[in-house]
């Protein structure tokens, strides 16, 4: 059997990871197929237009990416709706 490529997953917040953990269980579903989904669902979403990058784009310290994603924004609403 090949050997399967793999992306690690680190969340910028821990929340996100226990958030992530606590829908799998409710679910009955593996966090990794949640993550492949919500994979997907990005992936068209950045095809179509719906997600701007442009404005989420800020220069990268790793020289391997010029850009990294800041998503201090987002993250502060996710927060928000979780009461936290």
Same mark, same amino acid.
């Given at each position: ?5 793999? $992306? ?11 958030? @992530?953990? /606590?829908? =799998?269980?409710?679910?009955?579903? &593996? ?11 990005? $992936? ?11 404005? @989420?784009? /800020?220069? =990268?310290?790793?020289?391997?990416? &010029? ?18």
């Amino acid at each position: 059997m090949a050997k399967r490529n793999r $992306i690690s997953f680190d969340p910028e917040d821990p929340e996100i990871k226990r958030v @992530l953990e /606590e829908m =799998s269980a409710e679910l009955g579903v &593996p966090p990794g197929d949640l993550l492949n989904l919500g994979a997907l669902d990005m $992936i068209e979403s950045i095809s179509n237009g719906e997600i701007d990058l442009e404005s @989420l784009k /800020e220069p =990268s310290r790793l020289p391997r990416y &010029p850009w990294r994603l800041n998503l201090k924004d987002r993250l502060d609403r996710f927060r928000k709706r979780r009461g936290r």
